[in-house]
């Protein structure tokens, strides 16, 4: 199962998606559906979700900030986490 970490801009996530790979969790660059994102601008770090907590443990010794991480249900859905 997938999970998906919102941030502000592309370049956050590139970034992110960099300093990931760097450290072993492989993650992909995805545009998040609107309804999920922070406007038009926002982009998405797609990962599995047994990954979550090492990867969000690494984002927090950036300066990037994520805005919200969801789990990709099998429904298509969505569901938040906390991160």
Do not use: W
């Not at 992909?28 to 309804?35: E, G, Q």
């Amino acid at each position: 199962m997938n999970c998906l970490i919102i941030f502000r801009s592309v370049t956050h996530a590139q970034t992110i998606i960099s300093y990931l790979s760097k450290n072993s969790v492989m993650a992909d660059l995805v545009r998040p559906p609107l309804i999920l994102g922070t406007g038009s601008c926002s982009y998405g770090v797609r990962l599995r979700c047994d990954k979550l907590h090492a990867a969000i443990s690494l984002i927090n010794k950036t300066r990037i900030r994520p805005v919200k991480a969801y789990k990709l249900l099998p429904n298509e859905g969505y569901r938040e986490v906390s991160i």
